[in-house]
């Protein structure tokens, strides 16, 4: 190594998330709100990671669910701050987005039933995996590069007889590239943190998968002994896992031998990145940035009547139930959408 990376404290922990038996759960995910759930294809799991340098701690929480729940992270936010003494600002939740994990959510359309015995029970081994993080904190080296990653991910958009459609389209714009953090200790590596930007959405059945990422997880965990691999999922837009028929024109789904091919293929982009020597060091401190904001709605709902005409308007269509579901859960109508943007360097 011609480059000696900044000292700083890190701590890393997984905790298996699989769901009990007594949770009776749905999965998540594909716009279906009753799919079943029949086994486990492959173990799902949260991560985290703790960086501490001159008084300054946070940390990257990593959980192979569509998405965290608000009450779940509020609850986590607050013990988490008065337990370990990590500021609330300070933690950030990331969802892989696999399409394979349990329902969480409460504040979406059509993905499914919430199971408050599996929130509940999410919510703690996610404090059990941060607490752990928390107390793994050893002097490492921080190193960053990004890595190319060119045939993982295909776009899902393409106008088809003047309608678009779910279809592979190599010439719109996907994910390409790989962000990777690495974490030494000495010569040994402590974390390898990667952030790839596409929909974990091979799988449509009914079992539970960390899909494509968490094959990588374990392809890059097995290459470096001793490290702990965590993904977080990018900017996944209209990116969606590159399992396509030899023309390019459809989609292959629900074959699992395709999750490990396409988690091998984008873990080998990553480990020839690093093999070739090509991070570079992280000089600095840590710092953390957060931003809170709102942003204002169309005002092309004038009163909650209206949500009913609109899913009459759309019966038949995906957006009935939503238009629905959002008269029966809201009795004020909302003018804005906040959001909270933080960044972690």
């Known amino acids: 190594e011609t480059e000696t990376g900044t000292n700083v404290d890190v701590g890393v922990s997984t905790v298996c998330i699989n769901p009990r038996e007594e949770n009776e759960i749905t999965l998540a995910g594909f716009g279906n709100d009753n799919r079943g759930y029949d ?25 192979d669910i569509l998405g965290w729940d608000m009450e779940i992270m509020a609850q986590l936010r607050e013990r988490v701050e008065r337990e370990l003494g990590i500021p609330q600002d300070n933690l950030l939740f990331n969802a892989s987005h696999s399409h394979s994990g349990p329902t969480t959510q409460k504040n979406t359309v059509g993905i499914g039933v919430v199971s408050e015995s599996y929130n509940a029970y999410l919510t703690e081994l996610t404090f059990q995996c941060m607490q752990q993080a928390a107390g793994d904190l050893e002097t490492c080296r921080l190193y960053k590069g990004t890595a190319p990653a060119e045939n993982v991910a295909i776009n899902r958009r393409r106008v088809v007889n003047g309608t678009m459609q779910m279809s592979p389209n190599p010439n719109e714009a996907c994910c390409n590239e790989c962000d990777v953090i690495v974490a030494k200790r000495g010569n040994s590596f402590k974390v390898v943190l990667f952030s790839f930007g596409s929909h974990p959405s091979i799988l449509n059945g009914n079992y539970i998968s960390a899909e494509f990422v968490g094959a990588a997880r374990t392809v890059i965990e097995n290459r470096y002994e001793g490290a702990t691999a965590i993904f977080v999922q990018g900017c996944g837009g209209d990116a969606k896992a590159n399992i396509t028929d030899e023309t390019q ?10 999750v490990y091919i396409l988690g091998n293929r984008l873990a080998q982009d990553i480990i020839r990145y690093i093999d070739g020597g090509k991070l570079k060091s992280v000089k600095g401190d840590v710092a953390v940035k957060v931003s809170r904001f709102s942003l204002q709605l169309q005002k092309n709902i004038k009163k909650k009547e209206d949500y009913v005409t609109l899913a009459e308007e759309n019966r038949g269509h995906y957006l009935h139930k ?18 909270m943007l933080q960044r972690i360097d």
């Open 39 to 63: 086994g486990i294809l492959d173990d799902i799991e949260v991560g985290c990671v703790v960086f501490s340098a001159n008084g300054v701690k946070c940390a990257v929480i990593a959980a």
């Open 322 to 339: 939503v238009y629905r579901w959002y008269y029966d859960h809201y009795d004020e109508l909302a003018t804005e959408v906040p959001f």
């Open 249 to 258: 024109t459809r989609f292959i789904s629900n074959r699992y031998e395709d």
